[in-house]
């Protein structure tokens, strides 16, 4: 009898990566993965080696170019007088987003478009119920803050948990500046499940129409320096208020939750609807819109207008169109475009500001008196209806982390949070791990 022995031996398959770093030079935003670019990209420019407290400053329009478009075209002015000679300079070692807040802008949903806001999974978070997401953010020393405006965090569920939605099958983390530099954790989750001592806390502000003011207050962004943020969020048992938010600022804890209810127990698996209805436009019927897409200002050509059922998004010019490799997202969303939905490209040039899928609306926003209204959000975001996607849908899925939710704008939604003048914010330093 001839008894063979047989080792066999098991190959391990890959761990996942745990955490994600951006790169410190880019030159495209293919290192953030974006899923869905909901707003302002015509805002949004990656650069380096400029000083952080210079002004804006307009170029001339060109009275013999043949480009017929009102775009606002800005450079950065190496006058620094006003500044009392104080500088500070990061140099080509470190790239950050530049992000545009136009004079009278308020959020990307209206005109002019504000600031800028897209999805992005540079690290997969579907196993994961603790995570950490960090930046640094730079305001000018002339920074004028008005009355409030929103800063990235992290999200869960589904796209879209701002703007009003009920939040009862999603999440999101971003933080919001106040009036004079107040910080604070503008948190969107079920408003109805939070407990009585985060709600009565005097730093805390629950509203049931939009977002849940956390921590108002608890630290102050200082303009002319750089300001570091780390959130760390541990999702809660599903159904109980154990849920945490911790924030630090350059290093300090300064918010330190551990009763969030972010996610309560999922419905009964529903019947799904016969067929998907994609709806680029605002929940109010009464307002005229008008769905618009451009390629980045910043490219050197334009997209033809076009409106078909795309399969893929609307190619750049080879030169650096912003869906193209070599545009401002290297490429990176056209493989997480939606199939056979039915979006409308066309090319206004009468449009001051533009972008990819995105709704305006010729109607005035309405005008509230009161500088303390916590009405800061714009209208509902269009992520839920890019993915096909409805507002304030109950799921049979347990909601979870997703990703990063880069929201920056001025507001609010009312007249008197709009910018007053153009301002320009610095990003960089972006991180996110799995703990």
């Known amino acids: 009898t001839v008894v063979e022995t047989v080792t066999v031996s098991v190959v391990p398959s890959p761990s996942k990566p745990t955490t994600w770093v951006a790169p410190a030079q880019m030159t495209d935003l293919s290192a953030f993965n974006i899923t869905n670019f909901a707003g302002g990209s015509q805002n949004l420019r990656i650069v380096d080696d400029l000083s952080t407290n210079s002004s ?3 170029k001339p329009t060109d009275s013999n170019s043949s480009d017929t478009t009102e775009a606002v075209a800005f450079e950065v002015s190496d006058d620094h007088s006003s500044n009392n000679g104080s500088l500070t300079v990061w140099t ?12 009278n802008s308020i959020d990307p949903a ?42 990235p965090g992290l999200y869960g569920g589904h796209q879209g948990c701002s703007g009003g939605d009920a939040a009862t099958d999603c999440f999101s983390t971003r933080l919001m500046w106040r009036k004079g530099g107040q910080g604070e954790l503008y948190l969107y989750a079920p408003k109805d499940k ?12 629950c509203d049931a129409a939009y977002g849940l003011s956390v921590g108002r207050g608890s630290f102050v962004f200082t303009p002319g320096n750089w300001t570091k943020v780390r ?51 605002d929940n109010d019927s009464k307002k005229k819109e008008s769905k618009t897409a451009s390629s980045h200002p910043y490219k050197t050509s334009t997209t033809s207008p ?71 959000d714009g209208p509902p975001s ?18 979870g982390f997703i990703g990063l939710f880069f929201s920056t ?4 939604h009312e007249k008197q949070y709009a910018s007053p003048k153009d301002q320009l914010v610095w990003f960089k330093d972006f991180a996110m791990s799995k703990n």
Request: charge should be negative; aromatic fraction near 8%.
């Open 231 to 281: 959130q760390t969020v541990i999702l809660n048992t599903p159904g109980r208020q154990d849920g945490c938010f911790n924030l630090d600022v350059n290093g300090e804890r300064v918010i330190d939750r551990t009763d969030v209810y972010y996610r309560g127990i999922p419905l009964p698996p529903s019947e799904p609807p016969s067929s998907t209805q994609i709806n680029l436009g």
């Open 92 to 103: 080509n070692a470190t790239s950050a987003l530049q992000i545009l807040y136009p004079e």
């Open 110 to 151: 209206r005109k002019p478009q504000g600031g800028a806001e897209f999805y992005a999974v540079p690290l997969d978070l579907s196993d994961s119920n603790n995570v950490t997401l960090e930046y640094s953010v730079f305001f000018p020393q002339e920074f004028d803050w008005v009355l409030g405006g929103k800063l």
């Open 56 to 58: 804006i400053e307009q």
């Open 194 to 205: 939070q407990t009585d001592s985060l709600c009565n806390d005097p730093q805390s502000v």
């Open 306 to 376: 076009l409106s078909a059922h795309q399969t893929h998004p609307p190619s750049g010019a080879s030169d650096g169109g912003f869906f193209d490799t070599g545009g401002l997202l290297g490429g990176i969303l056209r493989r997480n475009w939606p199939v056979d939905q039915e979006v409308v490209i066309s090319e206004n040039t009468n449009d001051k500001q533009q972008s990819l899928g995105e709704v305006t609306s010729d109607t005035d926003t309405n005008t509230d008196k009161n500088d303390n209204s916590d009405n800061t």
């Open 382 to 399: 269009l992520g839920n209806a890019l993915q096909g996607h409805p507002a304030n849908s109950s799921s049979s899925q347990l909601p």
């Open 409 to 412: 704008f001025f507001g609010g």
